[in-house]
């Protein structure tokens, strides 16, 4: 039988705080541990730390908790298709190529408002604010 681990343990193991650990408990992305019945104390078995850091991997890499959840069900489904992942990963860099791109237009946006500063005598009324009072900008 394997070692089982109080919740410090566990984040300590895992490299998250304790909070984290019972705010995915909330969420269902980790189960609720059974408790020891002389103690109370929560007993997680050790596959737990695997299971955290799978959840923080898969957050470095911008998922979302539901994501995670998703990924997660694969995982342990009774056969994690190659092809189910793969897409989930596919949406996962449209997402991404999709916000990149928005936060270019707006870095371009941004850029120009910027620049129109240098032109302008700094001892005078900003042109950016009145021109953001006056028109949405193109993002």
Same mark, same amino acid.
């Given at each position: 039988?394997? #070692?089982?681990?109080?919740?410090?343990?566990? @984040?300590?193991?895992?490299? &998250?705080?304790? *909070?984290?650990?019972?705010?995915?408990?909330?969420?269902?992305?980790? +189960?609720?541990?059974?408790? %020891?019945?002389?103690?109370?104390?929560?007993?997680?078995? #050790?596959?737990? &730390?695997?299971?955290? !850091?799978?959840?923080?991997? +898969? !957050?470095?890499?911008?998922?979302?908790? #539901?994501?995670?959840?998703?990924?997660? +069900?694969?995982?342990?489904?009774? @056969?994690?298709?190659?092809?189910? &992942? %793969? *897409?989930?990963?596919?949406? !996962?860099? /449209?997402?991404?190529?999709?916000?990149?791109?928005?936060?270019?237009?707006?870095?371009? +946006?941004?850029?120009?408002?910027? $620049?129109?500063? *240098?032109?302008?005598?700094?001892?005078? *009324?900003?042109?950016?604010?009145?021109?953001? $009072?006056? #028109? /949405?900008?193109?993002?």
């Amino acid at each position: 039988m394997s #070692q089982s681990l109080t919740i410090g343990q566990l @984040a300590s193991e895992a490299g &998250v705080g304790v *909070e984290t650990i019972r705010f995915y408990e909330r969420r269902g992305l980790i +189960a609720d541990p059974p408790r %020891r019945p002389s103690s109370g104390y929560r007993d997680y078995p #050790q596959e737990t &730390v695997r299971r955290l !850091k799978f959840i923080r991997r +898969a !957050k470095n890499l911008g998922f979302s908790l #539901q994501e995670i959840g998703e990924l997660l +069900a694969l995982r342990t489904g009774s @056969a994690a298709l190659c092809g189910e &992942v %793969r *897409e989930q990963i596919a949406n !996962k860099l /449209e997402n991404i190529e999709r916000r990149t791109r928005a936060l270019q237009q707006m870095s371009r +946006a941004l850029t120009e408002l910027h $620049d129109l500063c *240098e032109i302008t005598d700094p001892r005078t *009324e900003c042109p950016i604010l009145d021109l953001l $009072d006056e #028109q /949405e900008p193109d993002v």
